[in-house]
């Protein structure tokens, strides 16, 4: 639901998803957004920015994943200007980016390649200024109140947050009901509380490890902006009512349903992302039950439908998180995250070959299924083939770009398929079994 | 750790007063707290730290009543934090100080390692598959020459492998330090909470 590399909605498309939900502000602020975020970075950031949205942010720039491992008086890394698939400059980059960097960061750690006694003269003259620079760097640990907003809005992954949103927003919108604005915000609110709340835990669980990697060392905690009390303080501040007005004002298998993938997330996910492979299997289920609690809150039962729709979000984890994964090996070993990527290469990519293929599938069984018409398998068709046909060539060829481009397709082929989806809708069904409505 | 290993820690680190504080030297596997740990020397207070590699020798004015923060060691990539003494410090709130500072020492030492293992072992296996190769770690230009991706696939593997055991004892050791910092942070609170409702209530000037 919350972590994984899944839902993330490229700006345009996102756009196109809400205009078809009948939704409120609150989604459209969220896609102007990401309209804005894309239109203002430039080519080189819009991969890095991009991939804000997602908890497993794919670090393109091969010297952004490498976090300092190594003591400073080897090279520093700072994020490359240019990235090659195969980086065979590495050193010569990094070398030439050693001394800019050290015009950055003066109090950095001197370059290797001055000499011995270059070091000494440079010791005794740029101790006041580097004392001075890493004395600015500290700071008081007071929570000013105008920062709390934006804290917040880091701890609880608000982006990502959004994201879980729109697709529980998506499986209310399939549902075959009458859509009920009221319920609806009610079961996006109270979904977007309990994703507020998995994220902080999940951040306070995992200080040390963000701190050790690029993406996540600017996280409020890691930072110390915030005392561990506070952030679970504000967990639990948004995970009771979430799921309190999940269970009581929607219907309660929502609520329990909310509350399930909360504990599913923090307390089996996020541990077992260090402890064995199978997080990724555990990480596409906590994915998949926001569509399903969309659902359930429109019907107040697990049909069908749901399920189908939990499926096809299920299946989709899989290209997307392993063709992420594949290409942060490095931070993953250096961290010791446990991701099949790192120790089972060949099971990772056979999955996601796999899982590509079976959203072919879940499409065709989605008109068996009374969910959408026979329309729909044959309009994403083309999506699902090309999606396919980047996790064979992941599948057989194994490397930087080819994890690059199935990574990259399923971030737009998501919504695509949610929005062919809706636009298939099965509308005929509600009006067979409620003759009053008059749609 | 078995279950009731852990709960036996966990207890421990709950129950135990200010001078059992070296207990939690003898928990888990990598704990070496630095030497200049200075969580139970009060005059360290507005005093300097001595320089040592990799200490900051930063101070907080004296008129701060808050913990300060700093930027990522070079080592561990965590953050330091000089903790605030009060003047009137309950021995609840030295168990919970002394408790923070010995958890970042330990998590400092485990990364500081990591990260130096890691880099080592790195630039060993490098050498290693050059060698094999019967190249040199420089190419004619003076270039360090680096393996493809799927070479050092091999590496990461075997280091993640390697590393298990280590970071899943790490893992619990963490997990417990961490509720169980929380927990006294909840206790501090609450103590400071009730105090400050109390000391209202016997001066209703100040109300």
Redesign the interface.
């Known amino acids: 639901m919350y972590n994984s590399p899944c839902r993330k909605l490229t700006g345009l498309v996102g756009v196109s998803i809400l205009q078809s939900l009948e939704n409120a502000a609150q989604a459209r602020l969220c896609s102007w957004d990401l309209v804005q975020l894309c239109r203002s970075s430039t080519s080189k950031w819009i991969t890095f920015q991009h991939c804000n949205f997602l908890k497993r942010q794919y670090v393109t720039k091969t010297t952004e994943a490498c976090q300092r491992a190594k003591p400073k008086q080897e090279a520093l890394t700072t994020p490359l200007v240019k990235q090659h698939p195969h980086l065979q400059d590495e050193t010569v980059i990094r070398q030439v980016q050693q001394i800019s960097a050290i015009d950055q960061h003066p109090s950095s750690v001197q370059s290797s390649k001055e000499t011995p006694t270059q070091d000494t003269e440079r010791a005794s003259s740029d101790e006041d200024p580097s004392t001075a620079q890493e004395t600015r760097q500290w700071k008081e640990i007071k929570v000013m109140l105008g920062d709390l907003p934006g804290i917040y809005a880091r701890l609880s992954k608000i982006r990502l947050t959004a994201l879980v949103v729109m697709t529980a927003s998506a499986g209310y919108a399939m549902a075959p009901v009458p859509f009920d604005p009221s319920c609806f915000l009610l079961a996006s609110l109270g979904t977007g509380l309990a994703s507020c709340a998995a994220n902080s835990i999940n951040q306070y669980f995992e200080v040390p490890f963000d701190s050790n990697m690029n993406r996540t060392k600017n996280r409020p905690l890691v930072r110390g902006q915030i005392s561990p009390l506070h952030a679970v303080s504000f967990a639990a501040a948004c995970a009771v009512p979430g799921i309190t007005l999940l269970a009581l004002t929607v219907n309660p298998l929502t609520g329990a349903l909310g509350a399930l993938n909360l504990f599913l997330y923090t307390c089996c996910y996020t541990p077992l992302k260090r402890l064995s492979i199978t997080n990724t299997w555990v990480g596409a289920v906590v994915g998949a039950i926001p569509p399903v609690m969309g659902w359930t809150a429109a019907t107040g039962s697990l049909d069908v439908g749901a399920l189908l729709l939990g499926g096809i979000l299920y299946s989709w984890q899989f290209p997307h998180f392993n063709a992420l994964s594949w290409n942060l090996r490095e931070d993953y070993s250096r961290g010791g995250y446990r991701m099949m990527s790192v120790t089972h290469p060949a099971l990772c990519r056979r999955v996601a070959l796999r899982h590509s293929l079976a959203l072919i599938g879940l499409s065709v069984l989605a008109p068996a299924l009374d969910v959408t018409s026979w329309t729909f398998p044959l309009i994403s068709l083309p999506i699902n083939l090309y999606i396919s046909y980047l996790g064979y060539s992941f599948y057989r060829d194994a490397d930087r770009s080819s994890a690059r481009k199935l990574f990259f397709c399923s971030l737009w082929h998501l919504p695509m398929l949610l929005l062919l989806m809706l636009t298939c809708k099965n509308h005929g069904w509600t009006r067979k079994t409620d003759p009053w409505l008059t749609v | 750790m078995s279950r009731s290993g852990f709960g036996a820690t966990l207890s421990r680190l709950l129950l135990q007063n200010r001078h059992g504080s070296r207990v939690l030297n003898h928990v888990g596997s990598l704990t070496a707290p630095r030497p200049f740990c200075s969580e139970s020397d009060p005059r360290s207070r507005g005093r300097i730290k001595q320089a040592l590699p990799g200490v ?3 101070t ?1 004015p004296a008129n ?1 009543s ?7 060691d ?6 330091p ?2 903790y605030h003494i009060p003047e009137y410090e309950s021995p609840l709130e030295s168990r919970l100080r002394k408790l923070r500072q010995e958890t970042e020492d330990w ?1 400092h030492q ?2 500081t390692n ?3 293992s ?2 080592k072992e790195k630039e060993g296996f490098i050498y290693s598959c050059l060698k094999e190769k019967g190249l040199e770690l420089r190419d004619e230009d003076g ?2 020459r ?1 393996l ?3 070479e ?2 091999e ?3 075997e ?3 390697k ?2 055991q280590k ?2 004892v ?2 619990k050791e ?2 417990m330090r ?1 509720f169980t ?2 927990f006294l ?2 206790r501090v ?1 609450l103590l400071k909470a009730w105090r400050k409702l109390g000391w209202r209530q016997q001066d209703p000037k100040l109300k």
């Open positions: 900051s020798s930063f907080p701060s808050h913990d300060w923060v700093g930027p990522p070079r080592m561990s990539n965590l953050r934090i000089k998590n485990f990364w990591q990260n130096i890691f880099s270039r360090k680096t493809s991706a799927d050092m696939a590496f990461y593997k280091f993640l492998n590393n298990h970071h899943s790490y893992n963490w997990y961490n910092i929380t942070m909840g609170a």
